[in-house]
Every structure is written in C-alpha cells, then in structure tokens.
C-alpha cells in the first residue's frame, strides 16, 4: 500500500479504498466467524466493517497498521452484535414432530454456531499468526474450538482470539479494545481457563492430514455405514469417548452403547433411506446429508454432518440441522435419480434447489 492510494481513498476514490481493504477482506471475515459462530452474521460484520472505515478514513491517522485499524472496527463490531440480542436468531424449530429420543449421556446449555465452509478459505492470504500466537491455524478452524468459543463471554472470546489465533500483543489488543493491558490479561487468563477446561485433550497430531488418502478412506468408512444402516460398523470407527452433539439441541451422546441407542431410534434407520454428499467444513471431512422420501425418487436435505478424526478413528460427529446452510457449502436442497439411493462409484445425480 502507498501513501498515494491512501490520499486517493481519503480523498472520495472507491477504487483506492478497494485495493485498501480487499487483502484483509477474506481474514476479517474468519475472524468475524470465530467471535459470533455464524458465516452469515460474519459477511454482514464485514460490510458494516467496510462502511464504518470508508466512512471514517479521514480519520485515520496511520500510527497502526491498515489492518490492524480493519480488526478494531471488525471487532468492536463483533461485540456490539453479540450485545444487540435481537441480532441473533432463536434456534430454528424443526418442522417435523421432535423425535422420541433416548436419554442423552448429558444435557448442555444449547450452543448456536455453524459450519465454515472450506471453500471460503480458498482465498485466505497466507499470513502467519503474530509472535504471540498459542494455536496453530489448522486447531483454531476447529469446529470444537469455535464451539468453545461460543461459551465464552463476548469479550473473553475477543481477546481470546485477538492474542492467541491472531498473535496480537497484549498491548495491541488493549488499543484495539480501548482498554488496559491488565484487562486484557485478565480476560486472557479467565478465557484459557474456560476453553482448557470445555475442550479435550487430544493427540491431534495423529489426526489424518486434511484430504489425504487416510482421511480419505477413513471418511469412506463412515459413508458405508451410515447409508448402509450398519450400525455396529459405524460405532467401531468411533473413539471409546466419541461424542454426537447436534447444535443448538442441549442432547449430547457418548460412548458406542449411547450413540448406537440413538441412530437405532431414529425411524428411518434401517431402510438405507440416507445419502451423504462429501463437502469440508472447518478443515475437517463434512457431508450434506439427505434423506429419501418414500413417496417418490427425491431425497431432501436432512442436515449437515462434520466428522472430528483422531488418529483411525472418529472422536466426534457433529450434526447441523439447518438445511439453510446447504447453499454456504455448494449443496443443493434436493437430490434426483436412481443414485440417491442405489450408491454408485461415480453418481451423477440430477439436482435441484
């Protein structure tokens, strides 16, 4: 960036403001992601973010970084949506009457957060976190730490993300916050803590690398079982302390004996009447799932299903009940044709939104 662009933006020059702000767009959006659990609420953080500077360029003075001028107002943003609790949409309802489900092992506070589509970190700049960094970027994507997250209180979250995905210094965060550097360690400490104490310890480095043939062949495993209603193959892929959560539902499993009770409740099991399309959410192997309608040759969307690997196993399926989300991935509503499901090496199924 030179100082002409930025006297061409200051000075009313869109184009200028663009080439200002367009590297961080994609980064901002991660962040935005991380702090409210949402794509959607995080794309529109961004453009309020994009206003709020055009709006406020004359005012900026240059003593920080454009971007880190671009994460104050990102985050501070962030914030003020996590207070505005009209901004933030109530579970949706299932249409359908709930199902009679056995006893969940625990019963959590409902957590509200989504997938992020892989696809969108495509266009990620490949900037390495600050010095003061504590997660490495593949852990800090996960879905179990962005659920962690959204356990925080909003401003523990923020500097959370601020100091130890992002590296910023204790000193930077506290300008960003307009706060003091006690506060933020303060705040620091209180986060780890809480996040320490929510997520597992894991050997995540004998985690299969993400697309690699292990990955790969170990996610093909689950497709069989579960279109295949073979429940006993599918409990012997998961870890001993595997867990099933389906967010925002406050009903968790864990355990063979619990998650093979609950996939032998649900009505369908047994009729090979599901299909999974591959996609990839938080760098881990996901699917579009979709149920057959037994009343004609159409499958419809029945939620979106990430896979938390462990060495050759799986430590965690995570479902999204929010058929919404199908467009983020690239997926479409409904599925037609014989490949629903009569499974084909290469299906080329008709779709339809």
Do not use: K
């Amino acid at each position: 960036m030179t100082e002409s662009t930025l006297d061409r933006a200051r000075a009313g020059d869109g184009e200028a403001f663009r080439r200002l702000t367009e590297p961080y767009r994609r980064e901002l959006q991660l962040h935005c992601y991380r702090i409210l659990g949402s794509v959607q609420d995080a794309e529109d953080t961004v453009q309020e973010t994009l206003l709020a500077a055009w709006r406020g360029l004359g005012g900026f003075q240059g003593r920080a970084s454009v971007r880190a001028w671009l994460y104050r107002i990102a985050t501070n943003r962030c914030l003020n949506a996590l207070r505005d609790t009209g901004r933030r949409p109530q579970p949706r309802q299932p249409a359908r009457p709930p199902l009679d489900v056995p006893e969940p092992t625990r019963r959590s506070e409902p957590a509200w957060f989504e997938p992020y589509p892989d696809a969108l970190l495509e266009d990620l700049p490949d900037t390495a976190p600050g010095p003061e960094a504590r997660y490495e970027t593949r852990e800090a994507l996960a879905l179990s730490f962005v659920a962690g997250l959204q356990r925080l209180p909003p401003r523990q979250r923020a500097v959370l993300v601020l100091r130890d995905v992002l590296g910023f210094r204790t000193a930077e965060v506290a300008a960003l916050l307009d706060s003091s550097g006690v506060s933020v360690n303060s705040a620091l400490q209180r986060a780890r803590t809480t996040l320490d104490d929510q997520r597992p310890a894991r050997d995540r480095d004998r985690a299969p690398l993400p697309r690699s043939p292990r990955e790969r062949r170990l996610a093909g495993r689950f497709v069989d079982a579960l279109e295949n209603s073979d429940v006993d193959g599918l409990v012997a892929l998961l870890t001993e302390d595997a867990w099933l959560t389906m967010p925002p539902e406050p009903l968790e499993y864990q355990g063979h004996a619990a998650i093979s009770r609950f996939y032998r409740t649900l009505p369908w099991w047994g009729g090979q009447a599901l299909r999974l399309v591959p996609t990839r959410a938080n760098g881990q192997p996901a699917f579009g799932s979709y149920l057959r309608d037994p009343h004609s040759r159409i499958a419809h969307a029945y939620g979106l299903v990430v896979l938390t690997l462990e060495g050759d196993r799986i430590s965690a399926v995570t479902r999204f009940g929010d058929n919404s989300l199908f467009p983020l991935f690239g997926l479409p509503r409904t599925l037609r044709d014989q490949s629903v499901w009569f499974r084909s090496p290469c299906p080329s199924a008709d779709v339809s939104s």
